[in-house]
């Protein structure tokens, strides 16, 4: 599978043909919530994930300390956790990426993958620079399993 964790567009060219045939081949599409509204050219993140989520995509959008939205077909999840005191969100992002797809390889499901991210996500806040609080697997498995998992409804058509 290919996954693909977009990054804001300072050019603002969000519907470009490279961007386009990127996402087209992305099984796992990984944006935050300004990047999936844009992609989407939607005006709300419900409607954005329903049109990102097509052809058999799956979505996980990052929320920052509001957790994660994950779409995969149909069904939408919402995954959050306690919150944590961050020192510095550099890298919280690619974190999060790296402890999602971990948590798939593994074999969890996209929600418990999801909480994966959120947990490595969140300790990687806790001292400056992108690396410097990297945490461990063991660290970031005990904080998912605090995580909490909710269904979401879909409104967008």
């Given at each position: 599978?290919?996954?693909?964790?977009?990054?804001?567009?300072?050019?603002?060219?969000?519907?470009?043909?490279?961007?386009?045939?990127?996402?087209?081949?992305?099984?796992?599409?990984?944006p935050n919530e300004a990047e999936a509204t844009r992609l989407a050219g939607a005006d709300d993140l419900d409607s954005a994930v329903s049109a990102l989520a097509g052809a058999g995509r799956r979505v996980v959008v990052k929320l920052g300390e509001r957790g994660a939205l994950c779409a995969d077909g149909p069904a939408r999840y919402r995954v959050s956790l306690p919150p944590v005191t961050p020192v510095d969100a550099t890298g919280a992002g690619d974190c999060f990426d790296a402890g999602l797809i971990a948590g798939l390889l593994d074999g969890l499901d996209l929600p418990q993958a999801a909480a994966l991210g959120c947990a490595a996500g969140a300790l990687s806040t806790a001292a400056p620079g992108g690396t410097a609080s990297a945490p461990s697997r063991?660290?970031?498995?005990?904080?998912?399993?605090?995580?909490?998992?909710t269904p979401e409804p879909t409104t967008a058509m």
């Open positions: 599978m290919t996954s693909l964790d977009t990054n804001w567009d300072p050019s603002g060219r969000w519907a470009g043909p490279g961007l386009s045939a990127a996402i087209a081949q992305a099984g796992l599409l990984l063991a660290a970031a498995s005990k904080l998912a399993a605090t995580a909490s998992i």
